[in-house]
């Protein structure tokens, strides 16, 4: 594992799922953790397990340090106080981990549905929660890490080359994270800072295996943990040679194979491959 005890990060988007192993990992590697979202003990947001409060005593237990901040990342007064925050606690920011997303909420089993029969709910919320959301965060944290010369932004993502995502609200909504990482490293390169997408595999979030518990079945061999996802923002991290990959797109199994890390059960789970058709 390596060795990230002078590294402050904010992983936004943490209550539950890819944020939590992001959380927990960055938090094993002795990372401070800021970690946001909407749900904190005793007012949670969806009939789902998971708080930041949690989150942030998982990561503690891990040997970082964790520190809870309820944040709805769609309201901008929130953005700015979790910032405000963290300079005037630690006056620096070393990696910032875009990865909340309110995509799913309320989707129900129409996720694929032609997008003539999509409302423009959805269509609110992934980007709002989402492109927005990611927008809104590395604003704000530009500013500082380009004051202290150094930092990563990582944006996550989905998707495999120009396949179909399955759902034309939601394959425009990841485009446009994607590109907001490639467009932030172009104007971010002259002061080397890093920017760069991560694309998850099939992971077991909470969502996931409610989902598959829903049918009476099991998640599927090819999923991962989320803490898979989390070893590769840490390897990102602790790569002195990461500017090499600013503005890139990378998939977290290809990354496991690069950096040779496992996912928790000492599987290397291969990159993730849609069955669609290129658009």
């Known amino acids: ?131 927005r959301a990611h927008f809104s965060a590395s604003r704000l944290a530009a500013p500082i890490v380009r004051d202290q010369g150094h930092g990563l932004i990582v944006g996550i993502s989905s998707g495999d080359g120009e396949k179909f995502r399955g759902s034309t609200p939601y394959d425009v909504a990841k485009t446009a994270v994607d590109r907001l990482g490639k467009a932030m490293a172009h104007e971010l390169r002259a002061d080397e800072i890093s920017s760069l997408i991560l694309y998850p595999g099939f992971t077991r979030t909470e969502r996931v295996v409610q989902a598959f518990e829903e049918m009476g079945e099991e998640p599927p061999e090819e999923t991962h943990s989320p803490e898979y996802v989390g070893r590769a923002v840490v390897a990102l991290a602790a790569d002195e040679d990461v500017f090499e990959k600013t503005g890139g797109i990378f998939a977290v199994g290809d990354l496991a194979r690069e950096y040779d890390f496992t996912d928790t059960d000492g599987s290397q789970p291969p990159r993730f491959e849609l069955d669609t058709e290129e658009l």
Do not use: K
């Open 1 to 131: 594992m390596p060795d990230l005890t002078d590294t402050v990060a904010l992983v936004t988007g943490a209550s539950r799922g890819v944020g939590r192993g992001i959380a927990r990992e960055l938090g094993a590697a002795g990372a401070t953790v800021y970690v946001t979202g909407r749900s904190v003990v005793g007012d949670a947001t969806e009939d789902l397990p998971g708080t930041v409060t949690e989150t942030a005593t998982l990561v503690d237990e891990a040997g970082g340090t964790g520190i809870a901040v309820r944040c709805d990342h769609a309201a901008d007064a929130d953005v700015e106080a979790l910032f405000a925050q963290i300079e005037r606690d630690h006056g620096r920011l070393d990696l910032l981990v875009n990865n909340v997303w309110g995509g799913y909420e309320q989707y129900g089993d129409t996720f694929d549905a032609p997008f003539w029969e999509q409302s423009l709910d959805r269509w609110d919320r992934m980007f709002d929660v989402g492109a």
